[in-house]
């Protein structure tokens, strides 16, 4: 017998990306279930890093990086060497970033969702079914409904049915969700099968770096922290001739790790998988009342450590503005800005690291004498050296016109009433205008009283404001802006930038793109 409830939000899937957004969602007032069919959390690891912005992401939940145990922070160069173990690439990934931020962080995953999971449980709002998959979705103006049943059942078994406003997938690579939608995919055609292999080492390792892009042709390898003080990670790239079933063996694991000085003696396996690595993203995500999220939406190389970020990414883009819908604060139509605004960003990214994947996965010597010398080279020349790619930047979507608009906000320590830390945790986060001290006095009555009703705060930070900026990150940032206020979003991207006297334009315009009409449509 099929059981009907009714819920704000129904997501598919419940890894870090569905934990976080169901997690968002309870806290801002709105119920949602997810649907997750693997009865138990998954045991292994699959991403193992993350970056400054995600702090800050997830320190807006409650889990701290500086503290969690789960969450290793990580401080040296990222390199790349050659087959003789001469640098051709060094990034300084390390130290606080734009975010407020450590910007290399590592962690191990089982640990990091039940920490997140933890968190999901302190609010009631939302639901969780293990053990069950979604095998049915459909649609029309009012409502979106979810079947489900017991995921090792048989089409007999028990079915419940979730009637919502949306449906969210964040259901991984083979999405029910996408599946369902019609949507068509770019793809890179940047595709090769590595070999993951997790490992616990009995005492810490003695190795060349923790972190490292080996880029041999006879074996492309990468080195990484496996997310907690001793866990190890190393990828092997799977040669020409050379199949899946061959690589993916314990044998051919602990043959891989041995000359890494790693044995069954000294070292537990925890895991060996093959994992086939795309670029690819879906070109729409939005379909009426469903939508995708993570690797529903998107495929990133592992090669600068996106993947997961870019799945919170969504989340939080999503959340907000699902948020601001369902409380009619904001028209139908903003929804249709989570698309556009995410594909473009995500796509930098995966482009990003499709040009560092160019680096290390090639298996021909001759072509890997040429890319090392021309590296090489770069490193004694910087103007041989390609020019660092720029800031990913969100795509068309609810942001002004000036040129920092759509670029993730600084994040600077403050003082305000005698508290002292980061800015959020001081003065929490939302819709904010930063302003140096006096930018808000041409602001007219009307535009204030509006701002205030909407929960939009106005923030002024500096010397002789209430809030002051102890390290000068906001000065800094307005005298590179050349503006006297900034508008952030709620998932902190800046809306825009201005001087004082252009403040009431600029919130006059995001006033507007935010009138919700007597009649709003799907």
Sequence with gaps: MSQHTDVDVVIVGYGPVGQYLSYKLGRLGWTSVCIERHSEAYAFPRAVHFDDEIARLFNSIGLDADTTPAIQQFDVPYRWVNADKEVLLELVWRGRGRSGWNVNNFFYQPHLEREINDIVATQTRTQVLRGWEAVEVVQDDSVATVAARPHEGGPDSETRSFRCQYVVGADGANSFVRNNMAVTTTDLGFAFDWLIVDLLPHEPLELEARAWQWCRPERPTTVIPGGSPHRQR????????????????????????????LTPDNAV?????????????SDRWRDGRLFIAGDAAHLTPPFAGQGMCAGIRDAENLAWKLDAVLRKKAPDSLLDTYGPERIEHVRHVIELCVGLGQVICVTDPQAAAVRDARMK???QDPELAPAPPPLPRL??????????????????????????????????????????????????????????????????????APVSDDEGVYAAWFDDLDADAVVIRPDFYVYDACAAQSLDAVLCRLRSSLVVDDVTKV
């Design 395 to 464: 795509g068309a979507g609810l942001t002004g016109s000036h040129p920092e608009a759509g670029y993730v906000s600084y994040h600077g320590r403050v003082t305000a009433g005698g508290v002292s830390g980061r800015f959020d945790d001081v003065l929490g986060h939302g819709w904010t205008v930063l302003g140096r001290p006096g930018a808000f006095a041409p602001l007219p009555h009307g535009t204030r009283a509006w701002a205030n009703d909407y929960g939009l705060r106005l923030v002024e930070v500096g010397e002789g």
């Design 269 to 281: 396996l925890e895991r060996h998988v093959v994992y086939t690595f795309g670029a690819r993203w």
């Design 377 to 379: 080279a770069a490193l």
């Design 234 to 261: 190393f990828e092997f790239m799977r040669l020409p001739g050379e199949t899946v079933e061959e690589l993916n063996t314990a044998r051919t694991a602990w043959r891989l790790v041995g000359e890494f000085g």
